[in-house]
């Protein structure tokens, strides 16, 4: 069973960078989608970015696209998300997820069957 662990986030002042990780295991990157999701008090999970398994096509959010971008590293067996300039609408827990959409579907979270616990982002001045 793939096992997923966020880490990398904190608390950063508007404009600042971070870069989340996710570490996996009992998997091979090359065999699954990885995306990106993110969920604010109150609010639905919502889609980042993703990244294909086959080809390495990226996917992202219109209110990250040109800020963050999504990568993986089969070595590490590790996904990553570095986010620049970042603003005040994303802060939220953001988390990792495994899966194999359809192109069309790769936005929804319910195409993910696995997450990890998340790590809290917390962009404030």
């Known amino acids: 069973q793939v096992q997923l662990a966020e880490s990398g986030g904190g608390l950063v002042q508007p404009g600042n960078s971070l870069r989340l990780s996710c570490s996996v295991s009992g998997g091979s990157l090359s065999s699954y989608d990885w995306a990106w999701f993110r969920q604010a008090p109150g609010s639905e999970r919502e889609f980042v970015a993703a990244?294909?398994?086959?080809?390495?096509?990226?996917y992202y959010a219109d209110a990250v696209k040109g800020r963050f971008s999504v990568s993986k590293n089969a070595a590490t067996n590790t996904v990553y998300l570095p986010m620049n300039n970042l603003m005040t609408g994303d802060t939220a827990t953001y988390y990792c997820?495994?899966?194999?959409?359809?192109?069309?579907?790769?936005?929804?979270?319910?195409?993910?069957?696995?997450w990890g616990p998340g790590t809290q982002v917390t962009v404030s001045s």
């Open positions: 990244i294909r398994r086959s080809g390495g096509n990226t």
């Open positions: 997820g495994n899966g194999r959409p359809v192109l069309s579907a790769i936005r929804n979270k319910d195409m993910y069957y696995s």
